[in-house]
């Protein structure tokens, strides 16, 4: 792994209109295919979520995934919503209807998630799932690339809530070089096209830096569509 390289900000800024209700969206081009939108989500917005959040936590419970092989835990803690859910175990990395403790299929994806992606995404197909971490301040996550789903034609779609992160992201190659960038509550990320098999990771969490999260720590959610959609014949 080579060093990392802090992002220079504004490399490129056009506002929109607003995304969840009203706010601009500012988007910033890290890279090519690596689109950032600082505060897309404005202190409301990322209070209702958080509040959805909480509320499928209650209804569906987080998870602890463990890495193939050895079975080590992860850092992180984890919870899906929609018809799939990302899960790791002894048997591998794979996309699965139901939670694997409860057996229960996973909630919905939340509406506004849906509006969200239809406007960040030029109305791709839907999303299938919606991957939530949550990160205690001494959480990490190591690089790695999103490559379970079969559409890489699919963006993903990040939303941070909660303590500021040190997220990294390099090449499709893991000893690529890489740049970092501080994701803070409310900020979005698109990584799609030339960067959608780029390695990327999470390096620290800034304890204490938000006060949306009563327990601190920091939620992380990716919007994902897995299955290759149907193309409608002519
Ligand atoms: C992930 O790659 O699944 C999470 C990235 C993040 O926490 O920002
Ligand atoms: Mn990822």
């Known amino acids: 792994m080579r060093c990392?390289?802090?992002?220079?900000?504004?490399?490129?800024?056009?506002?929109?209109?607003?995304?969840?209700?009203?706010?601009?969206m500012t988007r910033i081009?890290?890279?090519?295919?690596?689109?950032?939108?600082p505060t897309l989500l404005n202190r409301e917005e990322q209070e209702s979520l958080r509040d959805e959040i909480y509320v499928a936590i209650n209804a569906a419970h987080l998870f602890q995934s463990t890495m193939p092989r050895w079975g080590n835990p992860m850092s992180v803690k984890m919870l899906n919503l929609g018809s799939l859910g990302w899960v790791s175990d002894k048997s591998g990395y794979r996309y699965q209807k139901r939670h694997p403790v409860t057996g229960e299929a996973w909630p919905p994806i939340f509406?506004?998630?849906l509006k969200l992606w239809g406007r960040l995404t030029n109305n791709y197909a839907e999303p299938e799932a919606c991957l939530i971490n949550y990160y205690s301040s001494t959480a990490k996550m190591g690089l790695h690339q999103d490559r379970d789903e079969e559409d890489f034609n699919a963006p993903v779609v990040s939303l941070?809530?909660?303590?500021?992160?040190?997220?990294?992201?390099g090449t499709s190659e893991r000893s690529g070089?890489?740049?970092s960038i501080k994701l803070q509550s409310g900020d979005g990320l698109i990584f799609d096209g030339p960067a959608r098999l780029d390695?990327?990771?999470?390096d620290r969490?800034?304890?204490?830096?938000s006060t949306l999260l009563n327990e601190g720590g920091r939620f992380n959610l990716t919007i994902r569509r897995v299955t290759k959609p149907v193309i409608a014949a002519p």
Do not use: C, W
Not at 29 to 37: A, D, M, N, Q, S
């Open 4 to 24: 990392s390289q802090m992002v220079p900000i504004a490399t490129q800024s056009s506002s929109t209109n607003g995304m969840i209700d009203s706010a601009a």
């Open 29 to 37: 081009e890290i890279k090519p295919g690596v689109i950032y939108f």
């Open 111 to 113: 509406p506004s998630l």
């Open 160 to 169: 941070s809530l909660g303590d500021t992160a040190l997220f990294r992201i």
């Open 177 to 179: 070089p890489t740049q």
């Open 199 to 202: 390695f990327h990771g999470i």
């Open 205 to 209: 969490v800034y304890k204490e830096t």
